[in-house]
């Protein structure tokens, strides 16, 4: 396990924000000391001038900072310019962004009309083949050379006008010659970043954002991390950072995927703007990220003196591999054992299909319950929190090294409190299991799953935690369990159901996004541990959906790609039978369920 940022700055128990550089999108200001930044991205044609202004001002009125669109080809790319004025019009400054994926010359059209301009080192210059290619020291040096002429060139307009460029890696569209070097992989993200950023650094260019993103919140936060330890060993400015866990999906899953990925990066201070990136309307995005955004920065420090929390190194050393380390309760909890979730309220009998419930509930006499309402023996907890951890309640989990310890947050600052706990459990050389706990105070179920994912998910990704109990006022017993279930899949440890990978979709998008997703869940919702990527276009498929089983990618018009993994089974079906093809599929290789 990679190191998380080790920073001069702040502690594991410790809110500081990363003072990156400012930077300026047109006239509104990113990074620095000024408020962490919410963007959303169009999903109308970009060539509807009308359709684009109107929703701009639906994305603005709740609350955006700046707003994108695609712009595939030059045609959309000078429409910018329309769209620029129609804005204005309605007496709005908000900063545009123009999204360029495979085409050079669309960048170089939208540069000339509005203040930003986001490229993808991944497919700006370098292009994929039909047959793999021999990649010989001299081949990598011509690729190389041409990044240098090309976004050079860029570079230097961008220059003249006072633009600014975000360097967006996406995981999922690395080049050929990134993967072959690096391999498909963070570092891979942080080479393909740090080649474009070197050529604006030779230019004297500073106007600089950089993206690390990825569907999957593992590969998006630990590229994040090291694209900023990178930063620091380079020497080079701490440049405002753009996060966003692409194809997140919509619903309770893509807020959840969302708050683990963003939320935990946010929680070390990393992050000046963020992107929610959600399979609806583009306007539901914002106060998504505005609520996770507000919970993090009103963080309370803990009260202590910091000279007797955690540094980073020690931290470091204490969570690396300790959720395997943790003492195993024999195939129920700790060590190699999936994480588990406990309800603090008893079970329902109730066993159908359709019913989530958690795996254990809180008895008063220190046990756990099974669903049937039995005591199960072998789990026995104790309570305890960073504030409560005394020698007396070492001693005892010493003696009883397979006691759960139930890890309490009392306060506000949920992440630094476990964080802490953990700390001084490990310091005293305790490897019982540990379920994180917290009673969240709101009864509204989209903060309560907001603010628990990026707690929790920052602990699971830090690589510790056996299991977790979370509760909040007024929210069913059913809604806690799926919340805490969809957290341990959106952090990879524990797959409950299919996972849906989709684009939030923009104006590439060939089909009605929102509309097909609903007949694809209908559909396959019942697959547990399947992943099925939805993509609007061939540019968010099948790249970024990666990690997915199957996939459905809009190929052309009213055509449909079918995949399974990256490769293409069935192309240009017909839309109207394409969820059909697509389960004819699952069921030619072997991995259909009958509901």
Excluded at 174 to 185: A, H, I, K, Q, W
Excluded at 468 to 489: F, V
Excluded at 516 to 540: D, E, Q
Excluded at 575 to 586: G, T
């Amino acid at each position: 396990m990679s190191d998380l940022y080790t920073s001069t700055y702040s502690t594991p128990c410790v809110y500081r924000r990363r003072p990156s550089v400012e930077v300026f999108i047109g006239t509104r200001p990113l990074g620095k000391d000024n408020p962490i930044r919410l963007q959303s991205m169009a999903n109308v044609s970009t060539l509807d001038t009308e359709a684009a202004v109107a929703q701009a001002k639906r994305i603005i009125e709740v609350g955006a900072d700046y707003i994108r669109y695609t712009a595939q080809g030059r045609k959309e790319a000078a429409n910018l310019a329309n769209i620029r004025a129609g804005i204005d019009a309605l007496g709005y400054s908000t900063p545009l962004i123009a999204d360029i994926h495979f085409n050079p010359t669309a960048a170089d059209e939208a540069l000339e009309h509005i203040e930003k301009v986001r490229v993808n080192p991944g497919n700006y210059v370098d292009t994929k083949t039909a047959t793999p290619r021999e990649w010989t020291d001299e081949l990598y040096r011509q690729m190389h050379e041409k990044v240098e002429q090309r976004f050079g060139a860029f570079v230097e307009r961008a220059k003249e006008l006072g633009r600014t460029i975000r360097i967006g890696v996406n995981h999922g569209s690395l080049s050929e010659r990134m993967v072959m070097l690096y391999g498909d992989t963070p570092e891979g993200m942080v080479q393909s970043c740090l080649e474009y950023l070197d050529v604006c650094r030779a230019h004297n260019f500073d106007r600089i954002v950089i993206s690390m993103k990825s569907s999957n919140t593992l590969v998006m936060t630990a590229a994040v991390r090291l694209l900023v330890r990178r930063l620091d060993e380079c020497g080079y400015p701490a440049y405002p950072l753009h996060l966003g866990v692409t194809e997140a999906g919509e619903g309770e899953d893509g807020r959840i995927k969302s708050a683990v990925g963003i939320g935990s990066l946010l929680a070390d201070g990393i992050g000046d703007t963020i992107r929610v990136s959600l399979s609806e309307d583009p306007e539901f995005e914002i106060p998504v990220g505005k609520a996770l955004v507000d919970y993090i920065v009103s963080r309370t420090p803990l009260g202590l003196a910091e000279e007797v929390l955690p540094s980073w190194e020690e931290y470091n050393q204490l969570r690396d591999q300790a959720r395997a380390k943790s003492i195993a309760v024999g195939k129920l909890v700790g060590g190699g054992n999936l994480p588990i979730v406990i309800s603090p309220n008893a079970l329902k009998s109730d066993t159908s299909a359709e019913l989530v419930q958690a795996d254990y509930s809180l008895g008063t006499d220190g046990y756990l319950y099974s669903k049937d309402g039995a005591k199960v023996d072998e789990l026995a907890y104790i309570k305890a929190d960073c504030y409560s951890i005394t020698d007396e309640l070492i001693q005892k989990l010493k003696d009883n090294p397979k006691t759960i310890v139930l890890l309490d947050s009392p306060g506000s600052n949920v992440a630094a409190e476990w964080r802490l706990g953990f700390t001084l459990l490990r310091r005293a050389g305790l490897n019982n299991p540990i379920v994180l706990s917290h009673h969240y105070r709101t009864n509204d179920v989209t903060l309560f799953r907001l603010q628990a994912a990026a707690d929790a998910g920052t602990i699971l990704l830090d690589g510790w935690g056996n299991g977790l109990c979370l509760l909040a006022d007024g929210i069913s017993d059913e809604d806690m369990a799926k919340t805490q279930l969809g957290i341990l899949q959106a952090t990879r440890l524990r797959m409950s159901k299919t996972e849906f990978i989709s684009c939030p979709g923009c104006g590439r998008t060939l089909y009605n996004l929102q509309e097909t997703i609903a007949r694809v869940k209908a559909a396959t919702s019942h697959l547990k541990g399947l992943k099925i990527g939805i993509m609007g276009c061939i540019v968010n498929g099948p790249g970024e959906m990666a990690d997915a089983d199957y996939g459905y990618v809009g190929a052309a018009p009213g055509k449909i790609d079918l995949y399974k993994g990256q490769t293409c089974i069935r192309r240009g079906v017909d839309q109207a039978e394409a969820v059909d093809q697509l389960i004819e599929l699952i069921k030619e290789e072997g991995d259909w369920q009958e509901p």
